[in-house]
């Protein structure tokens, strides 16, 4: 980059290089002296202490804290872009039909889950249940109720006692990360399907397929290539989210790694924070690397006729016509 | 269970909820745009350590869960290395989420900006060149306007994920409509009318989000540079 013209400037010449290096001693000077003040604030607050720092070294607190809260991360994650997948698939395709009465009731359920906060969704699956299920017990809903809750919803360990519905955290999570990311995925996939172009649906009418037939072996097939950038950068936002969990105290990473650490260890919270944040950092930026991978390939890709929806963010807001470059996950 | 009646007895503490997002989001927004514009110009910038601090920037900020930037500044920064804006611990609290929010979303502004100087083609600013344009002339005449344009429909995109990251700021001390809600539904005394709170409160940021959706697809359609 630094030897080629771009938009921005040219190649530097001479003079341009030499203020180049001054502008660069500049910089670093500045960027240095922000860093030693936050050292020197550190010093001061007693934050360079070798206690603060060890627990991190020490293998019981990474068995007993740090990797179970990551596992509960991983569940959670891992549970919802299933369902978030096939969520996301249902309404994107519902999104896409003939039918008005099928359209627009998804489009509905996709915009609302969409326009609201994915704290907001959290908040409501682990706190209404809680309250509206005893007088849905006595109502002629009751039995309904206690049948789903014993015969699908015990898998996510919602339980039922006299009538009262307790939802766990890990299931309020989930919920939220389902019905938030799930909404964006059908997005994806209506984006994804849209970018076939129009001949192949027409090509694969004129053979004598039916719609089933048309969107089955034809439109998904490149459309599943060309949005897999996408998906996986959703994957990547929905992984970052489950650190809402935090809030409803949910184990997840960050409730082990900056709560149960510091609250154990000498309140050691910007330590634990920089610990788990390189973590985050980590997981999140092998994934974001699979998915520009993913999407060079799908580009180079000639299984696809489809143009590739990039994997820098999801599709646009509602009334956007244009590709989004990135939209901030939640949390 | 459809009775409103809890709800508009509450509906004061949550219209002072929705008030305390809005002034988080307006100051993060105008924050955020200014940590945004920052950010690119390093990134993009012909000095290398600036465009190395850049990308560290915003590789760092983005990957990091918003739960946990805004927990490090309200937990981190003010509690522990005693870094207050004032003494009040609301305000201090309501600047700490203000800048946590901010330098967050500042990350996407930035990925966006940068997105949106590279739909220019080569060719424009070769031309601009060509016809003796200096460069802060054609940065003025010819990039950055393009640049515009073609970033507002993104940008309206970060602008709404950022009025509904506004609730994470409840992990923050930050009393804003999410924490006025756990509140709300916290209290013993209130047991009916659950599902009208939450209605409202969706219904709430419904009106917030759309609209800015709606104005910002046709702004970014009136203003589209045709190519």
């Known amino acids: 980059m630094s030897r080629e013209a771009n938009v921005l400037f040219d190649i530097p010449g001479p003079r341009a290089r030499k203020r180049n290096r001054l502008l660069s001693v500049l910089v670093s000077v500045v960027l240095l002296a922000i860093l030693a003040a936050l050292c020197w604030r550190l010093q001061a607050k007693g934050q360079f202490e070798k206690q603060l720092w060890t627990p991190f070294t020490e293998w019981t607190v990474w068995r007993h804290l740090l990797l179970p809260g990551l596992l509960n991360t991983l569940k959670a994650a891992a549970v919802a872009t299933v369902l978030a997948l096939i969520f996301g698939a249902v309404f994107g395709l519902a999104r896409l039909s003939d039918h008005w009465w099928i359209r627009l009731p998804a489009g509905a359920v996709v915009e609302f889950f969409r326009g609201i906060p994915l704290l907001i969704l959290i908040f409501l699956a682990f706190f209404v249940p809680n309250k509206i299920s005893p007088a849905i017990a006595e109502s002629p809903f009751g039995q309904l109720q206690r049948m789903s809750v014993d015969y699908f919803f015990f898998i996510f360990g919602v339980e039922s006692n006299a009538g009262v519905v307790t939802v766990p955290a890990f299931a309020a999570v989930v919920f939220g990360l389902v019905m938030y990311n799930g909404a964006v995925l059908a997005e994806i996939v209506r984006a994804g399907v849209l970018a076939v172009p129009k001949g192949q649906s027409e090509a694969a009418y004129s053979v004598g397929l039916r719609k089933n037939g048309v969107m089955r072996l034809v439109l998904l097939p490149q459309a599943v290539t060309a949005m897999m950038p996408a998906i996986v950068s959703q994957i990547v936002v929905l992984l970052k989210d489950t650190a809402l969990g935090f809030i409803i105290a949910y184990g997840e990473f960050l409730q082990a790694g900056f709560k149960q650490v510091p609250a154990n260890y000498h309140n050691n919270v910007l330590q634990a924070g920089i610990v788990v944040a390189i973590i985050y950092i980590a997981m999140n930026m092998s994934l974001s690397r699979l998915a520009t991978w993913l999407e060079g390939r799908s580009r180079r890709s000639r299984r696809t006729s489809a143009k590739t929806l990039g994997s820098s963010g999801p599709p646009p807001a509602p009334g956007m016509t244009r590709q989004a470059t990135g939209e901030p996950g939640a949390a | ?227």
């Open chain 2, 1 to 227: 269970m459809f009775d409103f009646t809890p709800f508009f007895e509450n509906s004061g503490e949550i219209l002072r909820g929705f008030w305390a997002t809005l002034r988080l989001a307006g100051a993060a927004a105008v924050l955020s745009l200014i940590i945004g514009t920052v950010m690119v110009s390093f990134r993009v910038a012909p000095v290398p350590v600036m465009r190395k601090f850049g990308t560290g920037y915003v590789n760092i900020v983005r990957n990091t869960p918003l739960t946990l930037v805004l927990l490090m500044c309200s937990l981190g920064l003010n509690d522990i290395l005693a870094l207050k804006f004032s003494s009040v611990s609301s305000t201090t609290y309501y600047w700490w989420a203000v800048v946590g929010l901010s330098a967050y979303t500042g990350a996407f502004v930035c990925e966006t900006l940068r997105s949106g100087i590279n739909t220019i083609p080569l060719g424009q600013a070769e031309a601009a060149r060509s016809i003796g344009l200096t460069f802060t002339q054609s940065l003025r005449m010819i990039i950055l306007p393009q640049a515009f344009r073609s970033i507002i429909a993104p940008m309206g995109s970060v602008l709404i994920a950022m009025i509904k990251n506004t609730t994470v700021a409840a992990a923050a001390s930050y009393g804003e409509v999410a924490l006025v809600t756990k509140t709300i539904v916290d209290k013993p005394t209130f047991s009916d009318g659950v599902i009208p709170l939450f209605l409202g409160v969706a219904i709430g940021f419904l009106i917030l989000t759309l609209p800015t959706g709606y104005f910002f697809g046709w702004l970014a359609k009136r203003m589209a540079v045709a190519r």
